[in-house]
Nanobody, 115 residues
Framework: QVPIVESGGGLVQPGGSLRLSCAASGSIFSLYAIGWYRQAPGKQRELVADMSNGGATVYVDDVKGRFTISRDNAKNTVYLQMDSLKPEDTARYYC?????????WGQGTQVTVSS
């Protein structure tokens, strides 16, 4: 089907930047809506950013202006550019690919923002 894997997480200082990648196998990745979610210890998993297969985007309020979701269909990859990172952004970030009747989750990549 569409196995996906995230990468690009790490430790950064407040105000720093990271670019997360969500790579998928298969040739139909462009047909899926892709969402980035995050989950911090003791908290619910929340949607951070989402992009439809047509390119429409949605962001959670507290990342608007700081995060940008994009996709490269030729590379079967979706990115989450994260700028001006805050300690509150610390979480494990997950990529989700969704189509009607199908949902795939990646294993997650850890993002830690700390001085």
């Amino acid at each position: 089907q569409v196995p996906i894997v995230e990468s690009g997480g790490g430790l950064v200082q407040p105000g720093g930047s990271l670019r997360l990648s969500c790579a998928a196998s298969g040739s139909i990745f462009s047909l899926y809506a892709i969402g980035w979610y995050r989950q911090a210890p003791g908290k619910q998993r929340e949607l951070v950013a989402d992009m439809s297969n047509g390119g429409a985007t949605v962001y959670v309020d507290d990342v608007k202006g700081r995060f940008t979701i994009s996709r490269d269909n030729a590379k079967n990859t979706v990115y989450l550019q994260m700028d001006s990172l805050k300690p509150e952004d610390t979480a494990r970030y997950y990529c989700r690919a969704t189509r009607v009747g199908l949902t795939f989750w990646g294993q997650g990549t850890q993002v830690t923002v700390s001085s």
